[in-house]
């Protein structure tokens, strides 16, 4: 059976004065998501967007939008992503004290719940959980600011969390990886089993990010 490939390029790395203009060329380049992340400046060291801005993105693209909730206490927000139009929203395992219930809570509101670890976090912490989610997000950075060197566990990580889901019954559950993406190494990532490549310096740091987008295409295919 073939694997189909998401493209979900990262908003971080957008010009922010012109982000519906970026959304554009992104959809130009055949993106499947847009990935928002969402920093609070508490559990990552730096601050970038809130619920308003993904209800303003919610209104001039209709592709889903990928909610990466980089913040300490997700539950507080996750209702407020939701009725701003997230098609999707991933929390950290590292941050959310009762992950299954705010796993339920997300799902409740309508919208894919996900889960996300950074580089050093065992994977053992998601064990648990990953028979109730549709998306595990692999951190190949350490979260926070974009433009960083792609941390190579990442393709053994990405190969067991495969075989995890297998056991747990849950073989339709998609793998996300974020971080360091680039053409030169998107296609090994994407033959690691990762489904949903992140990409933000890596297509909006080029000198065409419609091409660039186009081409992660052509080299996972």
């Keep these: 059976m073939t694997r189909r490939v ?3 390029p990262s908003l971080l790395s957008a010009n922010f004065t012109r982000l519906a203009d970026d959304v554009r060329r992104m959809e130009e380049g055949g993106a499947d998501f847009l990935h928002v992340d969402v920093m609070d400046g508490h559990f990552v060291p730096n ?5 308003p801005v993904v209800q303003a993105l919610k209104s001039v693209t209709e592709l889903p939008l990928d909610c990466h909730l980089m913040i300490s206490d997700p539950d507080r927000y996750v209702e407020a992503f939701a009725e701003a139009g997230a098609a999707w929203i991933t929390v950290h395992v590292e941050a959310a004290i009762h992950l299954h219930r705010t796993v339920q809570l997300i ?3 309508g919208v894919h719940p996900g889960v996300a670890l950074n580089p050093a976090t065992s994977l ?4 648990e959980i990953l028979p109730d989610v549709d998306m595990v997000l692999l951190m190949s950075v350490e979260p926070g600011f974009g433009g960083q060197s792609f941390i190579p566990s990442l393709f053994r990580r990405a190969r067991t969390v495969r075989r995890m889901l297998d056991d747990a019954g849950n073989g339709t559950c998609l793998i996300e990886a974020d971080g360091g993406i680039k053409l030169e190494n998107v296609r090994e990532v994407y033959e ?4 949903v ?3 933000g310096s890596g297509v909006f740091g080029t000198p065409d990010p419609v091409n660039t987008l186009r081409r992660m295409r052509e080299l996972c295919s």
């Design 192 to 195: 690691a089993g990762v489904d």
């Design 107 to 109: 799902r409740s509101l």
């Design 47 to 51: 601050i970038t967007i809130g619920p």
């Design 197 to 199: 490549i992140v990409s």
């Design 124 to 127: 053992s912490a998601i064990e």
């Design 6 to 8: 998401y493209l979900a």
